[in-house]
């Protein structure tokens, strides 16, 4: 009938990771007489975030140790541990009141405060190289019967790249169950730098740049070193 209204499920497989956008959902109908279609309102979907595959890493045995980081990591929370306290020193007026030592200021007749290192951080640096070298491909032998010369027939799919952001997926995964603190450089014609690990970010977050990070036709160290080096 005219008013009935049907819900109509679809799937999507999708092949590839990245960001894909959708093509508009459009509706038609054929009613009453099955000899014409009508209807050309258009529903406009979201884009399609793929995010990349990987298999989970039972643990990560990384030699790293707690290293003091000036200024401290503003955002992150404390997981089982404070700052080491190191001393007293004159109260600097502003600072909150739970710094103030009582005790030592009823010994000094003035007002003290409690001075304490800033805290360590395990920090890991996680590198995805993403050059792919350009490779010349002559095409197929069937092409190649039939008279066509491909020299530079570029492949839309890259295995090793694949392979190293499901790597690279894995292991932030693994990291980030720890008390790491990561930080993800890939460049991919874009550089990014994106911070993770002890509640700063989810790994959620780790998976959607891996999934939009693209093949590099040049080396890309030459962008990353700089942002490695400042961190």
């Not at 000036?70 to 190191?86: K, W």
């Not at 640096?125 to 020299?151: M, Q």
């Not at 995964?173 to 874009?190: K, N, Q, T, V």
Request: with cysteine; aromatic share 10%; proline share 9%.
């Amino acid at each position: 009938a005219a008013e009935d209204s049907v819900a109509i499920p679809l799937t999507l497989e999708p092949k590839r990771r990245g960001l894909h956008e959708l093509p508009e959902l459009r509706a038609y109908s054929t009613f009453p007489f099955d000899l014409f279609r009508s209807g050309s309102s258009a529903v406009s979907l979201p884009p399609l975030l793929v995010l990349p595959a990987f298999h989970p890493l039972v643990d990560v045995d990384v030699p790293v140790g707690l290293k003091h980081q000036p200024g401290g990591i503003a955002l992150t929370s404390n997981i089982g541990e404070s700052p080491e306290y190191i001393g007293n020193r004159d109260y600097i007026p502003g600072e909150p009141v739970r710094r103030i030592d009582f005790c030592s200021w009823a010994r000094a007749g003035k007002p003290v405060g409690r001075e304490y290192q800033e805290e360590y951080y395990c920090r890991i640096a996680l590198i995805l190289d993403t050059h792919v070298v350009p490779k010349r491909t002559w095409g197929s032998l069937e092409k190649w019967a039939e008279g066509w010369y491909l020299p530079y027939e570029e492949p839309t799919e890259y295995p090793d790249l694949e392979a190293a952001v499901s790597m690279t997926a894995a292991l932030a995964d693994a990291l980030s169950r720890g008390e790491y603190l990561i930080d993800l450089f890939a460049a991919g014609p874009d550089l990014y730098v994106f911070q993770a690990g002890r509640h700063i970010a989810h790994f959620e977050s780790v998976l959607e740049i891996l999934a939009c990070v693209e093949a590099c036709r040049e080396n890309p160290f030459a962008s990353i070193a700089p942002a490695l080096v400042d961190e």
